[in-house]
């Protein structure tokens, strides 16, 4: 938000029964337990599985008081590419935002047309979340991977953070095996960003 | 202990740590994650003893709390909106007789139409019921309300409701730091009923009072309601010496001293209505927050020397009175009783309708101006109120209204912010 | 000072004078140590069914619990004449809240006990019909569903006597009442299939049901001694003539129950995790006009143009408890006869 530099705002948005909610809490988690304040919220409806649903993560060095939803993100995370011709997935986000999409497709191949044209290129990233749950998992939930993803993104939280507190919330070997699903997604992005750099760099 | 923990989780193990010996419950949202979280609490043996009773309405939840009550036990309960109408007869009743139940209310709007998104039309339908009524900022406040209610109602034998913003605070996962055991024990000394159902001493509880005395039953309990607006105040002091928190009290100035306009609201929105309060400050403007945390009973006299040099005085609420306006204006303006200062009412956040930073300012911004009208409906689309005046006008059958503004609105999923 | 003929034994009641049986087999009423519950004083008509089932019910259950009983109220006629703010008739620990809520209430107290660890004392809750049948229905299921340790008293004058007597769901069909008149082709209350409450708590498998009337106050007590043996959620359904209500003389109250029962409109009977383990015969069966004609409720059904058809439905419905609970058995045939 204006005025907070400090303030780093997500918004996730995924279908009901793929962990958003989860996802936003244990981005939460993992910036608290690196000594920050953060928020997380779920856009509070009454959504059955397969609905559109989004949920909210605040970070900030300051204690957090606003209560809004978040209106004007600094990183939006995609759990569900088939919401990206449904949902006005990136209103209010900035030029200097980050965007994580769930897709084995690259970024170029979604077809934004323009759109993100302005935007940081290593900071548009797609990263095939679901294909590496189904590896480690077994199962189709790409939440805990893409925050993997998110932290190899944006360096908001760190890949230590992320693994401590996906592995406080899925107990014993769910644990273990989301773990190894947020390491590869992070090792997936951070090659990406590489790539990238190297791209702009020749 | 600091935790990142949800709202309701918060609320459920401080409860527990009060020792509730009954606790009733009746699912509705967004109030189940806290009874859910207590009934877990006690089937894992961790808050015992106590008797976790799943009961078949929220009737019958006040019901069992008022016999558990007046047999001696602390007793506590949770509702929400519809639940809280659907008990209301009890809820009544529980304070008539004086019955020291904590409730929490977890604010959600009533139907119809259905709505299961927080404001708070629940808790002001039962405004005059008797019940000391405290709103929550934030989820460490909601927390540790619970300790000071449990002991303000049993001081006083009142029941207390606790009421904290549905989904946006009870499920909210933010950083709450969670009462010792010890610490609760020490603040809360056990239950010394002043009534009780005891075999020893007989006494008949909730017999029929005609005209002849009825009315000074009454007024003792508006009196005992006053008395809680002198320990409100030092149970927060004596919180805030043991903890370090500032927590509770009856209304929560910021930067209001020199404040020209002051904003006055309850529950969740004081947060980013500070955020939007620090951002004028900034730029020289003299606004400030007043936050009401006791509602009932009201703090006139606070509010009257909160408000006193303030030259515009803007109340938020998230209810009003169909057909009259703002309910907590009409409580403000009764209690600074100065024609000088201009009182205006911004109804917001209905049915869950968010309230942005940057629609804040914008009635911030309308204030300074003197533009903003006595009672105004904050990011209300006329336009669309308008089409739906114009069908009924054009048609004896235009059907029912709230679903024609559904389809002329669309669908709210299309909407990233909804 | 009227002399008064001094009766050793009730001629046609089949009822023994206590003063005719041993010491340990008299009433809890005969007895001098009796606690008195509901004392005198309270506001009740005279000839009430309900201020004298009440009285002997929770005597019974004191003497049963050596007086640790707390029993909780719903409103109506009992809780209103009972105390007379600033009197009151209970002797006991008594706690009145709301009309629908008494079974919930009971279940209050019965978990507070449960959860200060105290054992001894026992819950009684009661109601009359409207507060049992109707508006208390849905807490007293749910009551029932988790087999509370309350037993809950329902004192069934058939209709809502306390606010002028208004229908409720225990009415009986053609009677009249202030909301079914006596008016029109078909006068009095409705036919319907009835709400029979011991049976749906029977339905919820709950440890003990039993039906009583006041015309038998001996088989009263017994059955609330017996309810205070089991733990968990019990009914006892005692039918308690109203004379307001139903047009009656005050003293034809003990009378006219007992005809409720011979008829065999009102089966009067004992189960236990809902099967039916005993029922009281029919001693002296009698067709349901006796029982009709003697309350003006009734009235409409008699006189000039008497409606045959009507009593014959009624009938048949004493007929179809009769059968269904066996009320008339070879044995107490040849017993009567």
């Known amino acids: ?12 948005h995924g279908r009901g029964g793929q962990g958003v909610v989860t996802a936003a809490e244990i981005l939460s988690v993992a910036a608290f337990d690196e000594g920050r304040h953060a928020q997380a919220f779920p856009s509070f409806g009454s959504e059955r599985t397969g609905a559109p649903v989004v949920s909210f993560c605040r970070i900030d060095d300051r204690l957090i008081r606003t209560h809004e939803p978040v209106m004007e993100p600094d990183a939006v995370i995609i759990q569900d590419v088939t919401l990206i011709h449904q949902v006005d997935l990136f209103s209010g986000l900035s030029r200097d935002g980050y965007v994580l999409i769930n897709t084995s497709s690259s970024f170029s191949e979604l077809n934004f047309g323009d759109f993100f044209d302005q935007f940081h290129p290593d900071r548009l990233m797609t990263c095939p979340a679901t294909d590496i749950a189904l590896e480690h998992l077994g199962r189709p939930l790409p939440n805990a991977a893409l925050l993997g993803g ?27 095996r989301n773990a190894a699903a947020v390491k590869a997604a992070f090792d997936y992005v951070a090659s990406k960003i590489k790539q990238v750099a190297r791209a702009s760099t020749n | 202990m600091l935790r990142q923990i949800e709202g309701s989780r918060a609320i459920a193990e401080t409860v527990a740590l009060c020792r509730p010996e009954v606790v009733c419950a009746y699912p509705i949202s967004p109030q189940t994650h806290i009874i859910e979280a207590v009934g877990e609490l006690v089937k894992a043996g961790t808050l015992t003893p106590c008797e976790f009773i799943n009961v078949e309405s929220e009737f019958a939840a006040m019901s069992v709390a008022i016999g558990a009550s007046a047999t001696g036990a602390r ?21 008539g007789l004086g019955l020291p139940i904590v409730m929490t209310l977890a604010n959600r709007a009533i139907g119809a139409p259905i709505n299961i998104w927080n404001d708070h039309s629940d808790a002001m339908a039962v405004r005059d019921s008797g019940w000391i009524q405290l709103f929550a900022e934030s989820n460490q406040e909601a927390a540790d309300l619970h300790v000071q209610a449990f002991r303000l109602a049993e001081e006083l034998s009142i029941p207390v409701m606790v009421c904290v913003d549905g989904f946006i605070l009870t499920h909210a996962v933010e950083g709450v730091d969670l009462l010792e055991q010890s610490f609760v024990d020490a603040f809360l000394p056990p239950y010394e009923p002043r009534q009780v159902l005891d075999t020893n001493a007989p006494v008949s509880i909730g017999a ?194 709230a679903e024609n503004l559904l389809r002329d609105r669309g669908t709210v999923s299309q909407k990233a912010d909804a | 000072m009227t002399s008064q003929d001094v009766h050793f034994y009730q001629v046609g009641s089949f009822a023994v004078g206590n003063r005719l049986l041993e010491q340990e087999e008299r009433t809890v009423q005969a007895q001098v140590d009796r606690t008195n519950s509901i004392d005198s004083g309270h506001r009740a008509c005279q000839g009430c069914g309900e201020a004298l089932g009440a009285r002997y019910a929770l005597d019974a259950a004191m003497r049963a619990t050596n007086g640790q009983i707390v029993a909780v109220n719903a409103t109506g006629c009992l809780e209103v004449f009972s105390t007379p703010y600033p009197e009151t008739s209970w002797r006991i620990p008594w706690l009145h809240s709301l009309f629908g809520n008494a079974p919930a209430v009971a279940t209050g107290v019965a978990a507070a006990l449960r959860a200060k660890g105290i054992e001894d ?39 809502y006597m306390n606010t002028g007597v208004q229908r409720s769901a225990a009415t009986p069909p053609a009677a009249r009442t202030a909301t079914t008149k006596a008016v029109g082709a078909e006068p009095g209350n409705t036919f319907g299939q009835g709400k029979d409450l011991p049976r749906i708590a029977m339905a919820h498998n709950i440890p003990y049901v039993a039906t009583a009337t006041v015309a038998d106050l001996h088989d009263l007590e017994r059955k609330v001694e017996r309810a205070m043996e089991f733990h968990g959620a019990r009914y006892l359904h005692v039918l308690v003539p109203c004379p307001l209500g139903w047009g009656s003389a ?88």
Request: hydrophobic share 40%; aromatic share 6%.
């Open chain 1, 1 to 12: 938000m204006k005025g907070n530099k400090t303030m780093f705002q997500i918004r996730i």
């Open chain 1, 150 to 176: 998110f932290a190899a993104l944006t360096g908001e939280v760190t890949m230590g953070a992320i693994d401590k507190a996906v592995r406080e919330h899925f107990a014993g070997s769910v644990g273990e």
């Open chain 2, 75 to 95: 007793a506590y309960t949770a509702t929400s909106s519809q639940g809280l109408l659907f008990m209301m007869e009890a809820v009544y009743n529980a304070a």
């Open chain 2, 208 to 401: 029929m009072v005609g005209p002849e005395a009825f009315e000074e039953v009454r007024y003792l309990a508006h009196l005992r309601q006053l008395d809680a607006l002198e320990r409100i105040p030092e149970i927060a002091q004596e919180f805030f010496e043991a903890s370090g928190r500032d927590s509770g009290g009856l209304v929560r100035p910021y930067r209001t001293d020199d404040a020209e306009v002051i904003v006055v609201a309850m529950g969740s929105v004081l947060g980013t209505l500070k955020d939007a309060v620090d951002l004028r400050r900034d730029l020289g403007e003299r606004v400030g927050v007043l936050g009401v945390t006791s509602f009932r009973p009201f703090p006139s006299e606070a509010i009257r020397d909160a408000l006193k040099h303030a030259r515009q005085v803007v109340v938020i609420e998230k209810a009003f009175s169909i057909g009259a306006g703002g309910v907590l204006s009409s409580d403000i303006a009764i209690a600074m009783h100065r024609e000088e200062t201009l009182l205006r009412t911004v109804v917001a956040g209905l049915g869950g309708r968010a309230i942005t930073r940057r629609s804040l300012e914008k009635v911030l911004d309308d204030a300074s101006d003197n533009e903003l009208a006595p009672l105004t409906f904050l990011d209300l689309d006329h336009d669309a109120v308008d089409r739906e005046r114009a069908r009924m006008q054009a048609t004896r059958r235009s059907g029912p209204s």
């Open chain 3, 121 to 159: 004392v026992r819950v009684v809750a009661q109601a009359g019909d409207g507060g049992t049948v109707d508006i208390g229905f849905g807490c007293l299921s749910g009551m029932f569903e988790r087999n509370d340790d309350v037993l809950f008293i329902c004192y069934d004058n058939e209709g």
């Open chain 3, 250 to 337: 005050s003293n034809e109250t003990i009378h006219i129950a007992r005809l409720a029962k011979e008829s065999g409109l009102f089966p009067v009977f004992e189960a236990e995790d809902g099967v039916v383990r005993s029922v009281s015969p029919i001693r002296r069966r009698v067709p349901v006009e006796e029982y009709l004609k003697l309350q003006r409720r009734f009235a409409h059904l008699f006189g000039p143009h008497p409606r045959l058809d009507v009593i014959a439905r009624i009938q048949s419905m004493a007929d179809a408890n009769i059968e269904r609970y066996g009320l008339v058995s070879p044995e107490s045939l040849e017993e009567s006869s």
